[in-house]
């Protein structure tokens, strides 16, 4: 299972990376720091079966990323 965070508080990143890679040795945990982080993981990493995001990122609202 590959899951996206998008958040930009690194910390709360790496630990929801850290819980992510606990729940199954199959889980890919991706990290991103911005929406434009986001969706260029998007590009590349497409499909992803789940994603974990902070709907109030600068430069972008979370809602907007939904609709992209």
Same mark, same amino acid.
């Given at each position: 299972?590959? @899951?996206l965070? &998008?958040?930009?508080?690194?910390?709360?990143?790496?630990g929801? !990376?850290?819980?992510?890679?606990?729940?199954?040795?199959?889980?890919?945990?991706?990290? &991103?720091?911005?929406?434009?982080? &986001?969706?260029?993981?998007?590009?590349?990493?497409?499909p992803?079966d789940? @994603?974990l995001?902070?709907?109030?990122?600068?430069?972008?609202? !979370?809602?907007?990323l939904?609709?992209?």
């Amino acid at each position: 299972m590959k @899951i996206l965070h &998008a958040d930009d508080h690194p910390l709360f990143r790496e630990g929801m !990376g850290f819980f992510l890679k606990l729940l199954d040795s199959q889980v890919v945990a991706l990290e &991103a720091g911005n929406l434009q982080s &986001a969706l260029d993981k998007l590009a590349l990493e497409s499909p992803v079966d789940l @994603i974990l995001l902070d709907v109030e990122m600068p430069g972008m609202n !979370g809602f907007e990323l939904c609709q992209r």
